[in-house]
């Protein structure tokens, strides 16, 4: 079992950037896809990006295209998401989470949540 733990979260102002990073237990780490997810008050959880187990396959929520990148090191069992560019309606709590084995884009097929990391766009 994976257990994972969200960092990197907190408030910049429109246009700036922030990375998360998310650290992983386990021997298993590469042995699974990942992928970043998100919520906002008042709304349910949304796809936001998704990562092969060895890296070689990304996939992004339209609304972060372009603007957001999905990494990991298996060696360092981290994975990270490098937020550019970002909005207000990028406001969230941030989660990572055990991805399928096949690109998804439905939160339910991800498991083994963290606790998430508040990010906060705003002026």
């Known amino acids: 079992q994976v257990q994972l733990v969200e960092s990197g979260g907190g408030l910049v102002q429109p246009g700036g950037s922030l990375r998360l990073s998310c650290a992983a237990s386990?021997?298993?780490?590469?042995?699974?896809?990942m992928g970043w997810l998100r919520q906002a008050p008042g709304k349910e959880r949304e796809f936001v990006a998704f990562v092969s187990r060895n890296g070689g396959t990304t996939a992004y929520a339209d609304s972060v295209k372009g603007r957001f990148t999905i990494s990991r090191d298996n060696a360092k069992n981290t994975v990270s998401l490098q937020m550019n560019r970002l909005k207000p309606e990028d406001t969230a709590v941030y989660y990572c989470?055990?991805?399928?084995?096949?690109?998804?884009?439905?939160?339910?097929?991800?498991?083994?949540w963290g606790q998430g990391t508040q990010v906060t766009v705003s002026s």
């Open positions: 989470a055990v991805g399928p084995p096949a690109i998804s884009r439905r939160p339910e097929e991800y498991s083994n």
């Open positions: 386990g021997r298993t780490f590469s042995s699974y896809a």
